[in-house]
């Protein structure tokens, strides 16, 4: 019987993608483009000063769509600072975590962050405290989550210094506040040498000077 000749292999096809290349990056939403780009507005140049048609424009989107996700500039500025407000509790949150147990630590953790992005070109402060000072109505929902945040604030600083074993732990959580505050506008103030650079370090020595002895 005659040998039969073996039929032909087909070559695998070539994979349309490198195995070892990264997908590519899906295109935002146009309200997600609204929101990224209202967050670098706002913050740079403050809320006020930015107009609706500004942000469409560099976001490349259309007005109806930006009043399709928000019903107002007040509504989306309002949610600039949420997110803002996400933003700093996840950098507060992770030097906590870096530090269980030691509020001292802690704090100075956070704050030498502070002390290093605050002397930054294009460091603007803390948005939060830039809105509250751009809207003194109390009825403004920027004004409303400023707030919030802030009190929030006081009062986690407010526990971390009651388990410092302090003296007047109030006294030394208004007195940090205080000194947070005075560094995100200071920062806006001077040069890379100003006094915001140095918070970590008067935040320690406030501490120091509330302990017992």
Known sequence: ????????T???AAPSVAPNSAPAAK?????????????????????????VDAIVNQAGVTKPSLYRSFSSKDELAATYLRDYDAEFWARFDAACAAHPGD??????????GLSQRAVLTGYRG?????????????????????????RELR????DMTAGMGVQEPQALADGLLLLIEGAFVSSQLFEADGPAGRVAQMADRLIQAHLPG
């Open 155 to 158: 009062r986690r600083l407010n």
């Open 10 to 12: 087909v070559p695998a």
């Open 27 to 51: 295109p935002l939403l146009a309200a997600d483009r609204i929101r990224k780009t209202a967050r670098e507005m706002f913050y740079r140049d403050g809320i006020r000063a930015v107009g």
């Open 1 to 8: 019987m005659a040998n039969k000749t073996p039929p032909a």
């Open 103 to 112: 509020p001292r630590a802690q704090l100075l953790d956070y704050l030498t």
């Open 126 to 150: 803390c948005g939060l405290t830039n809105a509250a000072v751009e809207y003194p109505e109390t009825d403004h929902p920027a004004r409303a989550v400023a707030e919030e945040h802030k």
